[in-house]
């Protein structure tokens, strides 16, 4: 089974609108929900690509009552901590006619030291062979060496644990070899202090973080693909996918979850970054998370292209 954690869900409000002016009153002229956060975002690309999952986290209250119920709607299976105080934060964003896009980010709610402890519980039931996905920043009530904390706790299982986070959050994982780390190229860059040009660059790095212990490294480059470094030691790129870029939010999760997904179904390191790339691009081309369709159409088309290049058509 694969199992993502969102510490700290949101409900996301989006409210379109003219223009946005500080100290005015706006009318919206559209406004949805939308249950958000990374860990959720890998869980409903995972289940537009139909692989099993279950979503862990922490929601209290009645906004985390709706970010339940829109999770249930999106077909993914929560199996969230209910706390006993709070309410789970609600994000507003903005989009105005201009293009401009304005964001207000609550901080959230605090976990509690017993709901924390039923969620070690809980991950203490993964078993061998499972997947646990770790993405994104620690909330403040939480330790910052959570994550280190959840590898060892499972690492003498051995669960794949996959980390998508920067700096010390990442790198202090390495020790515990994580199945996956996902850093982008300025992600990869910042952890050495240097600027990454080229794929040169990129491989480089990334090896570095295998000596370290990271099992696959998978650097995503934005509208210009990806660069994998498998732990059998080779590395193979994507190419870029063609499109109109519409919101690039979410696109790093729904990467992660394509490989993942590609993973599971074919066992292929090449089919599963590609898989990765097109699940990231068709979210990018979107103005919310992908569907399963999109993701399908540029899969087949980076399949088409990388075969064309290596001369297999
Ligand atoms: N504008 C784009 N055009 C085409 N593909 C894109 C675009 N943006 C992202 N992608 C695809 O999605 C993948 C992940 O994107 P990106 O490198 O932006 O991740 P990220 O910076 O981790 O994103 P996030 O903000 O979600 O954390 C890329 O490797 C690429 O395959
Ligand atoms: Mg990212």
Redesign the pocket.
């Known amino acids: 089974m694969i199992y993502t954690v969102t510490f700290n869900p949101a409900l996301d409000y989006t409210l379109r609108l003219d223009n946005l002016t500080a100290g005015r009153i706006h009318r919206t002229a559209e406004e949805s929900f939308y249950a958000g956060g990374?860990g959720i975002?890998v869980s409903n690309v995972l289940t537009q690509l139909d692989i099993p999952n279950i979503a862990l986290g922490f929601i209290a209250g009645f906004t985390g009552d709706e970010i339940e119920r829109l999770v249930n709607i999106l077909g993914i299976k929560p199996e969230f901590i209910r706390m006993p105080a709070g309410n789970s934060r609600v994000n507003v964003k903005i989009r105005s006619a201009d293009g401009a896009e304005t964001d207000i980010n609550a901080r959230g709610c605090n976990i509690d030291a017993d709901s924390l402890n039923q969620f070690y519980t809980k991950i203490g039931d993964l078993k061998s062979k499972d997947y646990l996905i770790l993405s994104g920043s620690i909330p403040n009530s939480l330790p910052s060496d959570i994550y280190e904390t959840i590898l060892q706790k499972l690492s003498t299982k051995s669960v794949n644990c996959v980390v998508?986070a920067t700096g010390a959050l990442l790198r202090n994982t390495l020790k515990y070899a994580p199945f996956l780390i996902?850093?982008?190229?300025?992600?990869l860059g910042e952890l050495f202090n240097e600027t990454v040009q080229d794929d040169d660059d990129i491989i480089r790095l990334a090896r570095i973080l295998q000596k370290e212990g990271a099992r696959n490294v998978l650097v995503?480059?934005?509208?210009?693909?990806?660069v994998l470094l498998t732990e059998t030691g080779i590395y193979m790129k994507?190419p870029?996918?063609?499109?109109t870029?519409v919101n690039?939010?979410?696109?790093?999760?729904?990467?992660v979850a394509g490989f993942l997904a590609g993973w599971s179904l074919y066992g292929d390191y090449q089919k599963a970054l590609l898989l990765?790339?097109?699940?990231?691009?068709a979210?990018?081309?979107c103005e919310n998370i992908a569907r399963k369709d999109e993701i399908k159409n540029i899969y087949d088309a980076l399949t088409k292209k990388t075969k064309s290049q290596k001369g297999e058509e």
Request: net charge negative; glycine share 18%.
């Open positions: 990374k975002n998508d996902k850093p982008n190229k300025e992600e995503s480059k934005g509208a210009e693909g990806a994507a870029p996918a063609h499109g870029t690039t939010v979410g696109a790093g999760d729904s990467m990765g790339t097109a699940s990231g691009a979210t990018a081309f």
